[in-house]
């Protein structure tokens, strides 16, 4: 973003006093990432768009009561996980797989998250199509992961929501949300070694890894409120 350019915050407040054109220009500034989002979790481009279009309809007749308690974006996606999770109770039936971008570097041996930068076993000596081909196999990886764990892993591995926020928008308890990411990066893991295509390990952040706690109910989890 230029410094020319207003930040989100600013758009925010013209939006909230009645400028429709700071709102257009919000929607075109996160519109892709919102799409890119719902792509990921519904796997269906219609859903995708559906999801898109009634995503930015919340925000606007709710950003009145927006105070700022977060980052916009963060609950632009919120807003965006719920409305793609309810396409997906709607929609109990094989999916197709799509593919998903900029998960490469998350996660180390022991399943945790890593700092943006954490680098994969490549030592920098894969050419262009050697690293094309291992961002196709770890899309590949993550899309078939199963829902429960896919989505908990999407929201806060690569949307980077807290952990209270993806049990919020999940409907699961926080607890839950670490037992799913930690399988889900354990389930990554082990793929992505059987391929020989493990991460380096490296010091180690992030939420608590799970065991303690087991997954409850149907495993969908309930969408919360858009706010």
């Known amino acids: ?26 929607a075109r500034r996160h519109r892709d990432r919102v799409y890119r989002l719902a792509l990921r979790i519904t796997r269906d481009a219609q859903d995708a768009e559906d999801v898109l279009q009634e995503t930015f309809l919340s925000v606007y007749r709710k950003l009145a009561d927006f105070r700022e308690d977060a980052a916009f974006t963060t609950w632009l996606h919120r807003v965006a996980a719920n409305h793609a999770l309810m396409k997906l109770r709607k929609r109990r039936s094989t999916i197709q797989t799509t593919p998903m971008d900029e998960v490469g570097d998350r996660f180390e041996d022991g399943g945790t998250v890593l700092s943006p930068g954490g680098t994969w076993q490549d030592d920098g000596k894969l050419d262009a199509a050697e690293k094309r081909e291992l961002r196709e196999r770890i899309n590949q990886a993550v899309d078939e992961l199963p829902e ?27 607890p839950n949300v670490k037992t799913r990411l930690h399988r889900a990066r354990l389930l990554l893991r082990d793929k992505l070694t059987v391929q020989g295509q493990a991460p380096h390990s490296h010091s180690k952040h992030g939420d608590g890894e799970g065991g303690g706690e087991g997954d409850e109910g149907d495993g969908h989890g309930h969408a919360v409120g858009d706010h």
């Open 1 to 26: 973003m230029s410094a020319a350019e207003p930040t989100d915050h600013d758009l925010v407040v013209r939006a909230q006093g009645g400028d429709g054109g700071a709102f257009a220009t919000l």
């Open 148 to 174: 429960i764990y896919r989505v908990v892993f999407l929201l806060r591995d690569v949307e980077e929501l807290s952990t209270e926020e993806v049990a919020e928008v999940v409907g699961i308890g926080v």
